[in-house]
């Protein structure tokens, strides 16, 4: 495998379209041949509420419920989370020796994982060891200067911005 890679941060509020893309490019990678690993994580949305949380193993693409929303009726201003933390597990082993490859997303980062070391684990060392062409790591604006502090090197890709997507295609995906 060529020793050059990227990582690039994928910066987005909530709700944006950071794992549509993901997704998306995930799927074209494949279909170019391309080994990709990591997770997504989607919302499932039923009448206009989102109700759950999926997770999504990029090697095989196993999809399991990550969270879902409470039932109970009084909670629609603040909806409490219920976790599958055997979910949480699964999610550790699709970043567990994986070798290399050529795509690895991690769909998305948050506080739990960057700051109290928690959550998926395994992502942030997989990330770390730069086994692969590209990475790709999704997270909110608020965790940004974290995530740069960790990687110096990446590369920031705003989905507000069009001019940080076509830098990211040009750069990183010219054989997708």
Known sequence: MDTK?????LVGPRECGK???CHRLALEAKRSGWKVAGVTMPSV???GV???VELVDLRDDTTFVLMHRSVNPSDTEQPLWLKNYTTILTAD?????IGEIDLLIFDELHALELVE???IKSALPAMDAGKYRV???TLRPELLEGALARWPEAKILDLSDPTTLTDFVTNSTRTI
């Open 19 to 21: 794992t549509t893309f």
């Open 117 to 119: 070391g928690r959550g």
């Open 93 to 97: 082993r699709a970043f567990n020796g």
């Open 50 to 52: 989102k109700t759950a």
């Open 5 to 9: 890679r990227s990582i690039w941060l």
């Open 45 to 47: 949305i039923e009448n």
């Open 135 to 137: 990475g790709l790591v």
